[in-house]
């Protein structure tokens, strides 16, 4: 079943003059006030110029990090966003500095065709987060028409995300979900075989869900990164002072058991790439084998584990990568994820990212223009792939009746 059955799509909906709240996920990294990857907001041009296109009085709200204090609300404001959107949409982008004051609600009205409202980042106020009914009512008292753009937020029960939809008749879902949606489920449905899917980052325990929900699916599983040491460990395979989840080991045991039952492959890094101390000048070595010395950590996959894993990828139908090869922010430590970016992109297969680490190491790489698709959504992607059911989905679901 597809994840948007009995969910409207914004271009169903008549926007003409209508106050249109969009909700997206504008929650770019920043330094120093200055954008450093603007991807997320390139990912909501397509749903804001049609509403833009079919004459719409436009209000955005996103989030931007996880302010806590007076002094996040100076570095963490949606300013500098507002300022890229202008830029990229040649529109005039007005910043409201209080979401549920009457200053949106007097000012859209007014708007001209060349303008939109932007929300202050909507975490600034305490009810986003409780999913407060209150703070949803107060928006919903001044737009006609609900979308949700937000993929990488839909996965949190906020009130922009669930409670403000409850209240709303018209809602609908923008280009980016509808784009998500369509590409996850090619992978949860019709994955073309054989299907890799290729983990990596640091936790066997947030890769779990989606391990079982698609273990009789897929073909091949490739394993690399800090997530790696914790199933060479479970082999009785040395790691050193790896990095690795001592009270998963026994779960690593039991899904190692289950993948052997169902005749399914697992493979693990058979070389690494290794330091004595993490540092971004240390000086590397590669193993000889699986195993790592007592007093050395791995920090990336070695040449021959690229290999074997680029060979499994180019004989793939379709691959989901979740998760970099190793510490790919370091450059010396990077070699193993961009060379997976390369095999991707050197495959015929359908190649799907997953959002987070794993996407920012493709963009770092060069070849993201190369990717089926890249989500936006790291947590969400995962969630949606282990069978869970998104809250933000789920409040546009129209039941029938």
Same mark, same amino acid.
């Given at each position: 079943?597809?994840?948007?059955?009995?969910?409207?799509?914004?271009?169903?909906?008549?926007?003409?003059?209508?106050?249109?709240?969009? /909700?997206?996920?504008?929650?770019?990294?920043?330094?120093?006030?200055?954008?450093?990857? #603007?991807?997320?907001?390139?990912?909501?041009?397509?749903?804001?110029?049609?509403?833009?296109?079919?004459?719409?009085?436009?209000?955005?709200?996103?989030?931007?990090?996880?302010?806590?204090? +007076?002094?996040? /609300?100076?570095?963490?404001?949606?300013? !500098?966003?507002?300022? /890229?959107?202008?830029?990229?949409?040649?529109?005039?982008?007005?910043?409201?500095?209080?979401?549920?004051?009457?200053?949106?609600?007097?000012?859209?009205?007014?708007?001209?065709?060349?303008?939109?409202?932007?929300?202050?980042?909507?975490?600034?106020? +305490?009810?986003?987060?409780?999913?407060? +009914?209150?703070?949803?009512?107060?928006?919903?008292?001044?737009? #006609?028409?609900?979308?949700?753009?937000?993929?990488?937020?839909?996965?949190?029960?906020?009130?922009?995300?669930?409670?403000?939809?409850?209240?709303?008749?018209?809602?609908?879902?923008?280009?980016?979900?509808?784009?998500?949606?369509?590409?996850?489920?090619?992978?949860?449905?019709? !994955?073309?075989? !054989?299907?890799?899917?290729?983990?990596?980052?640091?936790?066997?325990?947030?890769?779990?869900?989606?391990?079982?929900?698609?273990?009789?699916?897929?073909?091949?599983?490739?394993?690399?990164?800090?997530?790696?040491?914790?199933?060479?460990?479970?082999?009785?395979?040395?790691?050193?002072?790896?990095?690795?989840?001592?009270?998963?080991?026994?779960?690593?045991?039991?899904?190692?058991?289950?993948?052997?039952?169902?005749?399914?492959?697992?493979?693990?890094?058979?070389?690494?790439?290794?330091?004595?101390?993490?540092?971004?000048?240390?000086?590397?070595?590669?193993? #000889?084998?699986?195993?790592?010395?007592?007093?050395?950590?791995?920090?990336?996959?070695?040449?021959?584990?690229?290999?074997?894993?680029?060979?499994?990828?180019?004989?793939?139908?379709?691959?989901?990568?979740?998760?970099?090869?190793?510490?790919?922010?370091?450059?010396?430590?990077?070699?193993?994820?961009?060379?997976?970016?390369?095999?991707?992109?050197?495959?015929?297969?359908?190649?799907?990212?997953?959002?987070?680490?794993?996407?920012?190491?493709?963009?770092?790489?060069?070849?993201?223009?190369?990717?089926?698709?890249?989500?936006?959504?790291?947590?969400?992607?995962?969630?949606?792939?282990?069978?869970?059911?998104?809250?933000?989905?789920?409040?546009?679901?129209?039941?029938?009746?």
């Amino acid at each position: 079943m597809s994840g948007l059955k009995d969910i409207t799509f914004i271009e169903d909906l008549e926007l003409k003059d209508k106050k249109v709240f969009i /909700r997206l996920d504008l929650n770019v990294p920043m330094k120093d006030g200055t954008i450093t990857d #603007d991807t997320r907001i390139q990912g909501a041009l397509p749903t804001i110029r049609y509403a833009l296109e079919k004459g719409a009085k436009i209000v955005l709200c996103s989030h931007l990090g996880r302010p806590k204090t +007076e002094e996040d /609300r100076k570095t963490l404001s949606l300013e !500098p966003v507002g300022n /890229r959107l202008s830029e990229l949409l040649n529109v005039d982008v007005q910043l409201i500095e209080n979401p549920v004051s009457d200053a949106a609600k007097a000012l859209l009205p007014t708007l001209r065709p060349n303008q939109i409202v932007l929300l202050e980042n909507i975490r600034f106020l +305490e009810g986003e987060e409780a999913n407060s +009914e209150k703070l949803a009512a107060k928006i919903a008292s001044y737009v #006609d028409v609900y979308i949700n753009d937000a993929f990488g937020a839909s996965h949190r029960a906020h009130a922009t995300i669930v409670a403000l939809p409850h209240l709303m008749k018209h809602k609908a879902v923008g280009y980016l979900i509808k784009k998500e949606i369509e590409m996850l489920d090619k992978i949860l449905y019709e !994955p073309q075989t !054989p299907f890799v899917v290729l983990m990596g980052g640091s936790k066997v325990s947030d890769k779990i869900g989606v391990i079982e929900n698609l273990m009789d699916k897929i073909d091949t599983f490739l394993v690399g990164g800090a997530m790696s040491y914790t199933f060479l460990q479970a082999m009785n395979v040395s790691v050193g002072n790896s990095k690795l989840e001592k009270g998963k080991i026994n779960l690593a045991k039991d899904l190692l058991k289950r993948l052997e039952m169902r005749e399914k492959k697992l493979l693990l890094p058979v070389d690494h790439v290794i330091v004595e101390k993490f540092d971004a000048e240390a000086h590397t070595k590669i193993t #000889d084998g699986s195993s790592i010395p007592e007093g050395w950590m791995g920090v990336d996959i070695g040449p021959k584990s690229a290999a074997l894993f680029a060979e499994h990828i180019h004989a793939a139908g379709t691959v989901f990568w979740n998760g970099p090869m190793g510490i790919f922010e370091v450059k010396n430590f990077a070699k193993g994820s961009f060379q997976m970016a390369e095999a991707l992109a050197k495959s015929p297969c359908i190649s799907i990212v997953g959002g987070g680490d794993s996407a920012s190491a493709v963009n770092a790489s060069g070849y993201a223009d190369q990717m089926t698709h890249i989500s936006t959504g790291g947590g969400a992607s995962l969630e949606y792939l282990q069978g869970d059911k998104l809250p933000g989905l789920e409040a546009l679901r129209e039941r029938r009746r």
